[in-house]
């Protein structure tokens, strides 16, 4: 069973930066697109970021483009999130997503697992 596992979350003030990490386990993890999405009090999910297989390809919201950058190491099963230049506006759930092949646009039209979840909180 895939387990997606997310940490790094936490407080911080506008403008500052954070990491988050997602831990995967369960299947070959260099085999799948993998994403991180995020969902804001009141609202809906919806997708920050994406990256290929092979990390050739990486696709992200207009809302974080400049801000935020998606990474992976296949050899430690992790993708990560590095934010910077963090707004209030970015508080929410950020969850990690696993897609049904390495392609990242399969991500966007359906994961295939999901995180937990990993609260980010950015005051003013």
């Known amino acids: 069973q895939v387990q997606l596992v997310e940490s790094g979350g936490g407080l911080v003030q506008a403008g500052g930066s954070l990491r988050l990490s997602c831990a995967a386990s369960g299947r070959t993890f260099s085999t799948y697109a993998m994403g991180w999405f995020r969902q804001a009090p009141g609202k809906e999910r919806e997708f920050v970021a994406a990256i290929n297989w092979s990390s050739i390809n990486t696709l992200y919201a207009d809302s974080v483009k400049g801000r935020f950058t998606i990474s992976r190491d296949n050899a430690k099963d992790t993708v990560y999130l590095q934010m910077n230049s963090l707004k209030p506006e970015d508080t929410g759930v950020y969850y990690c997503?696993?897609?049904?092949?390495?392609?990242?646009?399969?991500?966007?039209?359906?994961?295939?697992?999901w995180g937990q979840g990993t609260l980010v909180t950015v005051s003013e």
């Open positions: 997503a696993q897609g049904r092949t390495g392609d990242l646009h399969t991500l966007l039209v359906a994961p295939r697992y």
